[in-house]
């Protein structure tokens, strides 16, 4: 706190402080702090999940939900590539609007405890490394997709998987064995949009 008062505590200062104030109950003191890391890059996701822990805490969902959602945009951008950027921004505040209409409590709670699950979860970061290279390359990642609608599918590891089996066999000119994937991923997410883009795609 010294340190801090003085300015010369950098992000990795105040962030940390943030934590200890998070840890303790001091909720408004840390959402504080964390307002400010949130704006370095390398603390972005971070802070962004500590204030949706600390609204979570104070009894505030739409706010937890809406902080939760900015850490997996973040988490996005750093696996997206450079011209994706704007879409991926695009498609998360879409989504955070999405929410907020609907108003909620059951759905937003369900939601958030996917989301909290996901990132303190083992190898998170190598999971949206993945699912972004799966989205690239079945033609998705132009689309209104982004890893927090796919964490909403109870099946999304399948949903992508058959997605991205699809693409290569419509590059080899299979076009009925991609069909047949996407028609699975259908089966899985009925709901999912989508798929349902592809599968009228490849019927074109």
């Known amino acids: 706190e010294q340190i801090v008062r003085e300015g010369q505590a950098g992000p990795g200062v105040e962030f940390n402080l943030a934590l200890l104030y998070k840890d ?30 600390c609204c979570r805490a104070q009894g505030k969902p739409d706010l937890a939900l809406e902080n939760f959602i900015q850490a997996m945009k973040a988490c996005d ?15 998360y505040e879409s989504l955070a609007e999405s929410y907020r209409s609907k108003g909620s409590e059951e759905n937003a709670g369900k939601y958030i405890q996917t989301l909290v699950d996901f990132l303190t979860g083992k190898g998170w970061e190598d999971k949206v490394r993945e699912v972004r290279r799966h989205l690239v390359s079945v033609g998705e990642a132009s ?17 992508i998987e058959s997605l991205a089996l699809a693409q290569e066999y419509a590059k080899q000119g299979q076009l009925g064995a991609a069909i047949d ?14 798929v349902h883009q592809r ?6």
């Open 199 to 204: 599968l009228g795609e490849l019927l074109v």
């Open 143 to 159: 689309a209104s997709v982004n890893f927090a609608e796919m964490l909403e599918l109870p099946e999304s590891d399948r949903v």
């Open 77 to 91: 951008l750093s696996t997206a590539e450079r011209g994706q950027a704007d879409q991926v921004i695009g498609v």
């Open 181 to 194: 994937e996407v028609m699975t991923a259908i089966e899985l997410a009925p709901d999912y949009l989508p």
């Open 24 to 53: 303790t109950w001091r909720y408004a003191d840390a959402i504080l702090l964390l307002n400010k890391t949130a704006d370095d890059p390398q603390f972005a996701a971070a802070s962004y999940f500590a204030i949706g822990e």
